[in-house]
Each structure stands twice: as structure tokens, then as C-alpha cells.
């Protein structure tokens, strides 16, 4: 019975994180993609820097999210949403998208590790 426990446990903690790995992925992806974009669009204006006073000049609008995209964003919003009090509060959607990746895979990775090695050395 203790086996079975701690392969539930060492599954569930290789799925939580791989799922917001994934969703940093795309995410990080994502704005490079964008920040591309704006630059493209930038230079193409004759500007070598967007304006300041105006910073979502020449940048595209967010492409539509896939259907495995936005499951995957789900997914990662309900593992990490106990995170959010934790968190500091911050303007940079990198800082808290960071934050919250280095809390969930301590949590789900070390600590469901650390309660499957328990088990495994309890039985």
C-alpha cells in the first residue's frame, strides 16, 4: 500500500511541475515573441526604442491562446493561486510569474518528494 502512495505522490509532484514549467514556457515565449514584434515594429517606424510616454506603440495585440494553451494557463493558475498572497505584489508579470514558479516547484516538487520519501522509508 505504501508503494502505491508514493508513486501517487512522486506522479502527482512530476505532473504539477511539469505543467508550470509548461505555462512559464509558453508564457516566456510568448512575450518574447511580443517584445520581437514591437521592436520590428519600432525600427520600422524610424524610432530605435518605442516612446516612453506611449509603451504599447507599435506592439501587436496577444495572439489568441490555442485550446492546450489555455488549458495548460488554467491548470498552472489553480496550482499556483494559494501563491498569491505570498507573492509580492508587482507591476512586472515576469517577477510575479518567476515568484510564483520557484514557490510551486519547491512545494510540489521538493516537499511531495520529500513526503514520498517519507512513506517509502516508513514502510
Known sequence: MAIVIVR???????????????????FAVGQTKTASGGQQAALANGTATASASSPTSGVAAPAPKSGLH????????????????????????????????????????????????????RA
Not at 75 to 101: H, M, Q, Y
Open 8 to 26: 501517487l505522490l512522486r506522479f502527482a509532484a512530476f505532473i504539477t511541475c511539469a505543467i508550470v514549467i509548461a505555462s512559464f514556457m509558453v
Open 70 to 121: 489555455r488549458v495548460i494557463d488554467e491548470a498552472s493558475e489553480r496550482l499556483t493561486s494559494p501563491f498569491n498572497g505570498i507573492a509580492p505584489a508587482s507591476s512586472s508579470e515576469w517577477l510575479d510569474r518567476i515568484v510564483k514558479l520557484l514557490l510551486a516547484l519547491a512545494v510540489y516538487g521538493f516537499a511531495l518528494g520529500f513526503v514520498a520519501r517519507w512513506f517509502k522509508v
